[in-house]
């Protein structure tokens, strides 16, 4: 689903003023004008079964101690009754629905209202006003980034709580689990129609719309390019981070407080989740003006893909290994949580450092030293919806020379390293694993044959340097 960090090639980009056929240039950006059968298959299928794969899992994990063939085998030799089933899942609660709205009006106030300090005492770290990439019509947006001081203010509430105020128990989440599942339903569809009608009718600027008239495709896909209610509040920043990945490390602790509450413990296999986790988490705040110049903000339009993604699959699906653990508690010997430690702070390091190093490139114009010399790149050009002809430099050494999308390896890694924290009892949670696959994999493809139109025969050049996407020698 959507709401996971995906860099583009590694480039650096200069304007220069041309005229360009605009239809041909749009066709370079976002997503599709057309949409052909198989895409609206797709397209079919995931807005069909998307919300009840999610309710599958999670209910697999309460009714059937996480066995995602129980409740099959069930069905299938009429033991139960998909009313039985759904009998026995909790409803949609006032208790539920209180929580979830005062955590997204929260979210919102400490997006729009509170501007970043962080900044201002954190060495390193870029947050206040930041421009984003150019868009399609040539606009270059501001934004607000203010995220790890929203996740800061959060957690320093959160502990405050569990230690001093006990306004709450640190089990709340997990204890209205599902419930709360349905909250995230409503929000995650009534935000996608919003901006689908949005798009339609009073859009931020029109000429970043796309339009296929396909009603289905539109609306998961997105119409508007960078949907905003007044100067500040951009709605794939906002959901894309707000409230999901915030509540990412929560989840966790929640986890772990019920683990504690019900065996007397946390088990080390917890302890590595969450920690493993909260890195990925900290350095996505930490790098929120990078996330910027992802693919989220600069190709995604903002549809069902992500504004349900992000509030729903996100927080439930990239969650399975503490759920899991839960009812399952892992201690796991010395030697294999080193060994997982370790495979998840390598794969980190690759992550962070690969983007670290075109960030570097980019930064100053490929004026720096990559592992100890002057980087090479290959000089790339490609035109805007406005006629504006943009010079880029891919950059073809250093971890980008090893593979064309090398932070998807290191990507890989750490989700690896936190489905291992749960043994191999069940497959429930290396999910996360194989969809992780699956995802990036397909972006790599999609960012390609993107790139492929937006640079043509430059591109050849570049995938002839850099041959490999994904693994060194073999893929």
């Not at 870029?126 to 501001?142: D, F, H, L, R, W």
């Not at 690759?350 to 190093?357: E, L, Y």
């Not at 020379?401 to 949670?429: K, Q, V």
Request: glycine share 8%.
């Amino acid at each position: 689903m959507a709401a996971h960090q995906e860099k583009k090639p590694s480039e650096e980009r200069r304007p220069k003023s041309t005229q360009n056929d605009t239809r041909t240039s749009q066709v370079q950006w976002g997503r599709a004008w057309e949409v052909d059968w198989f895409s609206l298959a797709s397209i079919l299928f995931l807005l069909m079964f998307a919300p009840l794969i999610v309710y599958y899992f999670i209910m697999s994990c309460d009714q059937y101690q996480c066995s995602l063939t129980d409740p099959l085998i069930d069905l299938l030799t009429g033991n139960k009754h998909l009313s039985d089933i759904w009998n026995k899942t909790p409803p949609l609660t006032y208790r539920a629905a209180g929580i979830y709205t005062l955590w997204v009006a929260f979210q919102v106030v400490l997006y729009v209202f509170v501007p970043d300090f962080c900044h201002k005492f954190l060495p390193g770290y870029v947050g206040g006003v930041q421009e984003g990439a150019v868009t399609p019509a040539g606009v270059v947006n501001k934004y607000e980034i203010n995220g790890l001081q929203a996740w800061l203010i959060t957690h320093a509430l959160w502990f405050a709580n569990a230690y001093y105020f006990h306004w709450f128990s640190p089990t709340i989440i997990f204890d209205n689990w599902i419930p709360l599942l349905w909250c995230a339903n409503i929000l995650g569809y009534a935000v996608s129609t919003f901006a689908m009608i949005k798009g339609y009718f009073f859009p931020t600027n029109a000429k970043d719309c796309k339009f296929t008239g396909n009603f289905f495709y539109d609306y998961m896909m997105g119409i508007e390019f960078n949907p905003r209610i007044g100067k500040w509040f951009d709605f794939k920043l906002f959901f894309n981070g707000r409230p999901g990945i915030v509540a990412w490390t929560l989840i966790n602790l929640s986890y772990a407080a019920k683990q504690q509450e019900l065996y007397g413990q946390v088990t080390n296999s917890m302890i590595l989740v969450n920690v493993l986790q909260g890195i990925y988490v900290v350095d996505f705040f930490w790098n929120e003006a990078w996330y910027l110049k992802t693919i989220d903000i600069c190709h995604d339009h903002f549809g069902w893909y992500l504004g349900w993604g992000d509030c729903v699959w996100l927080p439930y699906l990239y969650t399975l290994q503490g759920l899991y653990l839960v009812y399952h508690p892992v201690q796991l010997g010395t030697a294999n949580a080193i060994g997982i430690l370790i495979l998840g702070l390598i794969g980190y390091y690759i992550f962070r450092t690969t983007n670290h190093q075109k960030d570097l490139f980019r930064r100053t114009n490929g004026n720096c030293r990559i592992w100890g010399k002057k980087p090479e790149y290959i000089e790339c050009s490609y035109m805007s919806v406005d006629g504006t002809k943009y010079y880029s430099k891919l950059m073809t050494s250093g971890f980008w020379g090893w593979a064309r999308h090398f932070n998807y390896t290191g990507d890989l890694m750490g989700s690896l390293a936190y489905c291992l924290t749960c043994g191999f009892e069940h497959i429930l949670p290396y999910f996360y694993i194989v969809y992780m696959t699956i995802l990036l994999t397909h972006r790599c493809v999609r960012d390609e044959h993107r790139c492929f139109g937006k640079y043509g025969k430059d591109w050849k050049r570049y995938t002839a340097a850099v041959p490999y996407r994904l693994l060194p020698g073999i893929f």
